[in-house]
């Protein structure tokens, strides 16, 4: 029989929470800075090359950077992509005060 921690559930969200994070960052940081290489991402976000890498590579496989010569450049689904994020941070803040709701009460 597994053993389930209690802080598993909340340590996953919060380490998808931290990925999602460093993802918007990452294009944020790109775009000021496009084209911008690994290593100059690493070092204006204080990352590890290999996770800069990691995030680059699942940045560019969903459409919102390009490599090129330079470096990394977003690509025009950039702003579109921003606001799609704007709105899930939006329904997550909903539904975590709903789950608050339901955790803080004791009846």
Do not use: W
Request: hydrophobic residues 40%; aromatic residues 2%.
């Amino acid at each position: 029989m597994t053993v389930i921690k209690k802080d598993n559930i909340m340590e996953k969200m919060a380490s998808e929470l931290e990925l999602i994070e460093r993802h918007v960052m990452m294009l944020k940081v790109t775009r000021k800075n496009q084209p911008i290489g690994i290593i100059r991402l690493s070092e204006i976000l204080g990352i590890p090359k290999h996770k800069v890498r990691y995030s680059l590579r699942l940045l560019e496989n969903e459409g919102l950077i390009s490599p090129s010569t330079g470096g990394a450049k977003v690509t025009e689904r950039y702003d579109e992509f921003m606001d799609g994020v704007e709105k899930a941070l939006d329904d997550l803040r909903e539904r975590m005060e709903r789950l608050r709701a339901v955790v803080c009460d004791e009846t």
